[in-house]
């Protein structure tokens, strides 16, 4: 087809064929239904206030319907990240919503018991000690899932059904309101033009991004998901893995936690990240994790948490009354399980191979995979 | 699954005479599938006599029939959950269906609906939601608590859906049921919901013990495999368990509407963890193939009297239950590993 006699058909076709196979593997990929909605989303949107994706800049500072999205789905990001990792183990972390809770309440009650609620040290001392308190809930999660091997279900809701009361214990039943300026920033507050949640959101998907998708942790994970035995066996010391995202999950957990009540510049420990597991769930599935375990896409997991805000902000901007949001999540939910449920997948695979036997099955394989 | 069944009988010493007169009863006792209910019966006696001790009037009879009114939706809940588990699943929708059931009965109530047709309507509700939900979990080979998960936040969303607002329940019939008490002795008397109860109990026990449907769900619980390979219908009573908490969800909602009068969609958050809580404080594996009815009823009298506890204490702060029901939960589980620790 190509001779090499002609130059400019040379160069063309090869790019043709490599634009051609992108436009094949993105169709394949598992991102793309996410994106496709995603996109809908915004474009819905779009039609209904022509003025959504305008930014504009505003005491050096972004505005707009779009970063609005992005701040609002930070603590949504990060709890999702952390869920991700343990999906991807096998397993399932209930208890975040309750690690959002106490951490919240954790913090500002540090700040609202100091002398000085506006000073830099005292707001770092108590963001620290939320974290290091994540840390130890999160060990706790992983010690007796990973040690005790208790199913990971059944481990998590020991501590959603304990957490919340934890978080009433620290807030003494009360919603502790505190004003402290510099602990404003982490969810309400600016760097460089953006708000700081974005930020801090961004850098711990990136730090998560790079450490397991340029080492070999991210394949580690993945063969604890899919085979604990064997990847014990291989010489994988699964038990360590399995500890280490549930600390991880309770720590990500605890940052969405120190976001949301900085934002609102209150600890509710009632309602602080009421249904966030779900909403973490949820993004993890659209992003077309298993939850068989195994192999994970983070790009997917922050593309579906970015859907399901959107579905929150476009709930609202379009009128549909928000009380039928939940309905709506839960039918996407039931869609996105029943779509990926190994009999679907079957029968679509019989239908496809009945079609037209011609298109070999092992490249699509290698498609899914990531 | 299928090993650790196999390996048991041989673990199990033979029956011979004890040289050492402790007593082969109490040896049995321990080594029978009746050890953990009997723990469960020990805490409930301990719990008690801690209240007993502590508080003046904490040791009468009407404080235990107490127990038994103000828990009787979460005893039908209980029921529910056991066969789910007992079948190896789990159903974490019960709560969220309690709240629908009490939202459908008010607002059906508020327009005018005859009270028959309205706990009709209710349970037929319920069970529809339980029985899609099964069909879901065994067509689809979703994980059961994916599948009720999604049930969850489907019945919750529904709540929202009829109003956002609680709705107060005037009808006489139901206000009748809430206020009615049926005197047993002088002094003691119990509602009506309690009779209800005790009656899914009877039923649920029944069905357990001296049916085919009750062996066939203790089979799939052991094993679903060898249940499929023995001829055991598994599909239908898998099904049917999630139909049956269901069912179970929604007549509790229907007591929690006799209970509190009243319909609210933020009601009930986080009770299906008191129902798991209470099956597996009562004995039940979360593994499935082992546990009782009568072990999940005498769970709920321990989160009974420790609410009760918490309450004559005055002083202690009613999140105090939320943690302790946290601490037996992480006790019974780590029990339950100890007493079975080849199940994986």
């Known amino acids: 087809m190509n001779t090499p006699q002609d130059p400019k058909n040379a160069l063309a076709s090869p790019l043709a064929s490599r634009t051609g196979s992108l436009v094949h593997a993105a169709v394949r990929s598992r991102l793309v239904w996410p994106a496709v909605a995603l996109i809908a989303l915004l474009v819905t949107n779009v039609v209904k206030s022509p003025n959504f994706l305008s930014i504009r800049i505003q005491d050096g500072h972004l505005f707009g319907s779009l970063i609005d999205i992005l701040r609002n789905g930070a603590p949504i990001v990060l709890v999702a990240l952390g869920m991700t990792l343990v999906i991807a183990t096998r397993g399932i972390d209930l208890s975040v919503g309750a690690v959002v809770a106490i951490s919240g309440a954790f913090a500002l009650s540090i700040i609202g018991g100091s002398d000085n609620p506006n000073s830099m040290g005292v707001v770092l001392g108590a963001v620290a000690a939320s974290l290091v308190f994540a840390l130890v809930l999160g060990a706790w999660n992983g010690l007796l899932i990973a040690v005790f091997g208790i199913q990971p279900i059944i481990a998590t809701l020991i501590l959603m059904t304990a957490g919340r009361g934890i978080a009433m214990l620290i807030t003494e039943g009360q919603i502790l309101t505190v004003s402290s300026a510099p602990y404003k920033v982490i969810g309400g507050g600016y760097w460089f033009a953006l708000p700081a949640s974005i930020i801090i959101a961004a850098a711990l998907f990136a730090l998560v991004a790079i450490l397991t998708r340029k080492t070999a942790l991210g394949m580690l994970i993945e063969s604890v998901g899919i085979n604990p035995e064997a990847s014990r066996l291989a010489g994988v010391s699964s038990r360590v893995i399995i500890f280490m995202v549930y600390t991880f999950s309770a720590v990500c957990a605890a940052i969405a936690g120190l976001m949301i009540s900085s934002n609102i510049t209150a600890a509710d420990a009632n309602s602080a990240g009421l249904w966030i597991e779900m909403d973490a769930i949820l993004a993890v599935v659209l992003g077309g994790t298993s939850l068989a375990g195994g192999r994970y896409s983070l790009t997917g997991t922050l593309i579906g948490a970015f859907v399901i805000q959107t579905l929150t902000t476009t709930v609202y901007s379009i009128g549909i009354a928000p009380e039928i949001t939940l309905v709506f999540k839960a039918l996407v939910v039931i869609a996105v399980v029943l779509l990926q449920a190994p009999r679907t997948r079957a029968g679509f695979a019989r239908l496809r191979s009945r079609k037209g036997p011609s298109v070999p099955s092992a490249p699509r394989e290698k498609a899914i995979v990531r | ?344």
């Open chain 2, 1 to 344: 699954m299928s090993a650790p069944t196999t390996t048991r009988p041989s673990k199990r010493p033979t029956p011979r005479p004890n040289p050492g007169g402790l007593g082969t009863g109490a040896r049995m006792l321990l080594s029978s599938r009746y050890a953990s209910v009997l723990v469960t019966l020990l805490l409930l006696v301990a719990t008690f006599a801690v209240g007993s001790v502590r508080y003046r009037g904490f040791l009468s009879g009407q404080v235990v029939l107490n127990l038994f009114i103000d828990n009787a939706f979460l005893i039908v809940l209980a029921v529910g959950m056991t066969f789910v588990i007992l079948t190896g699943g789990i159903d974490l929708s019960v709560g969220s269906v309690v709240a629908l059931s009490t939202m459908i009965a008010a607002s059906l109530l508020q327009s005018g609906w005859s009270p028959p047709a309205v706990i009709l309507t209710v349970l037929v509700v319920g069970t529809t939601l339980g029985f899609l939900v099964g069909l879901v979990i065994f067509y689809f080979d979703v994980q059961p608590f994916i599948a009720t998960l999604a049930a969850m936040f489907l019945a919750r969303g529904l709540c929202y859906v009829i109003s956002t607002s609680s709705i107060s329940i005037v009808d006489p019939f139901f206000v009748d049921m809430a206020n009615a008490r049926i005197p047993l002795a002088p002094g003691l008397r119990i509602s009506p919901s309690v009779v209800v109860a005790l009656a899914v109990v009877a039923i649920a026990f029944a069905v357990l013990h001296y049916t085919r449907t009750g062996r066939t769900v203790y089979a799939i619980g052991n094993g679903g495999q060898s249940a499929m390979l023995m001829g055991l219908p598994v599909k239908r009573t898998k099904i049917l368990v999630y139909a049956i908490s269901g069912l179970c969800s929604a007549i509790a909602g229907v007591l929690f509407t006799f209970y509190t009068l009243s319909g609210y969609s933020l009601t009930a958050v986080g009770m299906e963890l008191d129902a798991i809580a209470a099956v597996v404080i009562g004995g039940t594996l979360l593994t499935g193939g082992s546990g009782f009815v009568l072990g999940s009823v005498l769970g709920v009298l321990v989160l009974g009297v420790i609410q009760t506890i918490i309450s004559f204490e005055g002083t202690l702060s009613s999140w105090w239950t939320r943690i302790v029901i946290g601490s037996l939960l992480l006790v019974f589980i780590l029990l339950q590993r100890a007493l079975t620790p080849r199940r994986r």
